[in-house]
């Protein structure tokens, strides 16, 4: 059974920092591809990054890019989100993604919130 367990969310100041994690377990994490996902009150879940099984290739949103890293522990089966320059816009509920045979799996997320 696929489990996905986001920690590092909270309270920042705009321009501060944080890092997510995502631990995962029930499947063969390096394996596969994983990505973020996050979504802001009122608003509708938008894909903010994606990385390779082997952590080899990165993508990300445009509102994120330069901003955000993606990275992941295969030994540790653990994904990794590094947040540099956060801004008000970023607050949201951030979620640790992975498809798998045909199905979305989706952690219960952490929540960001960016407010000075």
């Given at each position: 059974?696929?489990?996905?367990v ?41 894909w ?10 990165t993508?990300?949103?445009?509102s ?24 008000a816009d ?8 992975v ?16 407010s000075?």
């Amino acid at each position: 059974q696929v489990q996905l367990v986001e920690s590092g969310g909270g309270l920042v100041q705009p321009g501060g920092s944080l890092r997510l994690s995502c631990a995962a377990s029930g499947f063969s994490f390096s394996s596969y591809a994983m990505r973020w996902y996050r979504q802001a009150p009122g608003k509708e879940r938008e894909w903010v990054a994606r990385i390779t099984s082997a952590g080899g290739s990165t993508n990300y949103a445009d509102s994120v890019k330069g901003r955000f890293t993606t990275s992941r522990d295969n030994a540790k089966n653990t994904l990794y989100l590094q947040m540099n320059s956060l801004k008000a816009d970023d607050t949201a509920v951030y979620y640790c993604n992975v498809w798998k045979e045909g199905m979305d799996h989706w952690g219960k997320g952490t929540l960001v919130t960016v407010s000075s």
